[in-house]
């Protein structure tokens, strides 16, 4: 798998990705530690909590992350999902579960399309 069809397969922009990144190169070693990354688990960890504060800062991450490297399905419902989690609110919106399910399956998607790149392409 090309590192143009991963980004095809995981709903991402790689010509963006080509914007803010200097080379192919790095695109492809900063994607393969993309499932590394501790924020998706923490936001896991502050909604079964119910811990808004930690849930916002975790889904703010996520899609500073997911942005950072044009992963634009899993930003747009990190995004939206982070305004849901302003500091603002007292608790976590109701509203704000449903989305969270729709942060996990673009995220799980990204994370298994990376995987098989990463594998393909012996990272």
């Known amino acids: ?14 010509a963006q990705a080509q914007k803010r990144l200097p080379s192919e190169k ?3 070693r900063l994607i393969v530690k ?21 849930a916002f800062r975790a889904a703010h991450t ?3 992350v997911s942005g950072s490297l044009s992963l634009d ?14 500091p603002e609110a007292e608790g976590i919106p109701a509203s704000a ?4 399910e729709e942060v996990q399956q673009d995220y799980r998607l990204a994370v298994r399309v990376i995987r098989s790149y990463s594998a393909s392409c012996g990272s």
């Open 73 to 86: 399905r899993l930003f747009s419902s990190a995004s939206q999902l982070t305004e849901l989690l302003r």
């Open 62 to 64: 996520l899609k500073g």
């Open 34 to 54: 993309f499932p590394d990354d501790s924020s998706f688990s923490s936001l896991c960890i502050a909604m079964e909590e119910g811990d808004c504060g930690k």
């Open 97 to 100: 579960h449903a989305l969270f």
């Open 26 to 28: 790095l695109i492809s």
């Open 1 to 14: 798998m090309t590192i143009q069809e991963c980004y095809r397969q995981l709903g991402g922009d790689f």
